[in-house]
């Protein structure tokens, strides 16, 4: 949001800090693999036993939830840029189609140059679409985005269940043959895009860039029909809550805090559920996969919600220690770290840096998305302190508005 650091929502902040740390967790796995290792522990090597402890981490933790979180937010600070600038009596929607235009922008270079699994465009266009809603009334639209965000999980959960279905009588060598055959398809396809992205992401940046360019052009494009259903909802949800005082700490403590521990503790428990029953099976990848896409978008959705309502409760006392300042600080820098993450991560994976690429299980990982989260944490409060955006958020702001804006902060004179 184009807004100064005095008049920002700190509990904004500090979601997006802790959003953009958690990320890292769940990205890490398609930085360093080939894209079917998110769902596929044994892509691209077997997994251990610490490979799958720290697997069913990451799918309780922050699976599903921090994107939720980035998508809550995304809707929450256009209510506010929205708002704001109607009170202000000005007209925000033709400045807030240019910035939403620009971040398109940004998500195919980010994609065409560095990596497959940019949101940015995804944000952008579902953006343009929350656009259009906004002047809706909050709670008829919280309440149909919750009915569309379960629906599209609940679709996806039943078109993938026959798959489910074969992969587990394979396992229990009581297969037929339609489903020995469906099983073998997944398979295939599974172990032929590993061994297509591993080729493709060992070698050089331009033949990377190369052959995106010449066989999916449209990814992008894809992906946005593919997450529709789970995004805009978020969106929606988070635009409501935005407009009815949630992050700014104006609802009841009381429901406030049954939002934080009901909604979480509930998520919890279905999710630990869904990983029992993945773990006992080895985590299977179809099975898995239709966990992440479908069977969990329940328990994301409840403790995405839940996470929000603890963050927002902690925040003054988050905000008062330096460790929450730096999580703040990188909130507010999150466009930058989301990109600057990228490139780091991808100097160290791919075959133009240091080709580390299908090297590591997921418990080495871990010490990568330590990485991440101390360069982000380091640099971005010194950074505030002499800029007063991020690079790339001066520069998304300058595009958006058609001139440069201010970058350096003014030193004043003792």
Request: charge should be neutral; aromatic fraction near 12%.
């Amino acid at each position: 949001m184009p807004q100064g650091a005095s008049d920002r929502i700190a509990s904004l902040d500090l979601i997006r800090g802790i959003a953009v740390l958690g990320i890292l967790a769940i990205n890490i796995a398609g930085f360093a693999g080939p894209s079917t290792a998110a769902s596929d522990i044994n892509a691209p090597i077997p997994a251990s036993a610490a490979d799958r402890a720290v697997y069913a981490l990451n799918l309780l933790v922050f699976e599903g939830k921090m994107r939720g979180l980035f998508s809550l937010l995304f809707g929450a600070s256009m209510a506010v840029f929205l708002d704001r600038m109607t009170i202000a009596g000005k007209s925000a929607e033709l400045l807030q189609a240019r910035r939403l235009f620009w971040l398109m922008v940004f998500g195919q270079l980010h994609y065409f140059l560095f990596w497959w699994g940019d949101i940015l465009f995804l944000y952008g266009a579902c953006g343009l679409l929350l656009l259009l809603l906004s002047p809706l009334e909050p709670r008829a639209m919280a309440g149909s985005a919750v009915l569309i965000f379960l629906m599209w999980h609940g679709w996806d959960a039943l078109m993938s269940a026959s798959g489910v279905a074969a992969e587990h009588a394979v396992a229990l060598g009581t297969a037929t043959a339609a489903q020995a055959d469906l099983h073998d398809l997944h398979l295939d396809w599974f172990a032929q895009r590993s061994a297509e992205d591993l080729m493709l992401l060992q070698s050089g940046f331009f033949d990377i860039v190369s052959d995106k360019i010449a066989s999916e052009p449209f990814w992008l494009f894809t992906m946005v029909i593919d997450n529709l259903g789970e995004t805009l909802p978020m969106m929606i949800i988070g635009m409501a809550l935005a407009r009815s005082g949630f992050f700014a700490a104006q609802w009841p403590r009381v429901a406030m805090w049954l939002v934080a521990i009901g909604a979480t503790a509930l998520g919890l428990v279905l999710t630990a559920f869904v990983i029992a029953r993945l773990w006992v099976d080895g985590f299977p990848p179809i099975a898995t996969n239709a966990a992440m896409n479908g069977w969990l978008g329940p328990a994301h959705l409840l403790m995405t919600l839940g996470y929000a309502a603890m963050l927002v409760l902690a925040a003054p006392a988050l905000g008062a220690t330096a460790l929450g300042q730096r999580v703040i600080a990188a909130g507010r820098l999150a466009f930058s770290n989301y990109i600057g993450t990228t490139i780091v991560m991808t100097a160290i994976f791919y075959g133009w840096g240091l080709g580390w690429i299908g090297l590591f299980g997921e418990a080495q990982l871990t010490g990568f998305v330590l990485l991440g989260w101390v360069l982000m944490l380091a640099w971005s409060r010194p950074w505030l302190a002499h800029f007063r955006q991020g690079p790339l958020e001066w520069l998304w702001r300058s595009l958006s508005e058609g001139r440069i804006v201010p970058f350096r902060r003014e030193r004043r004179l003792s």
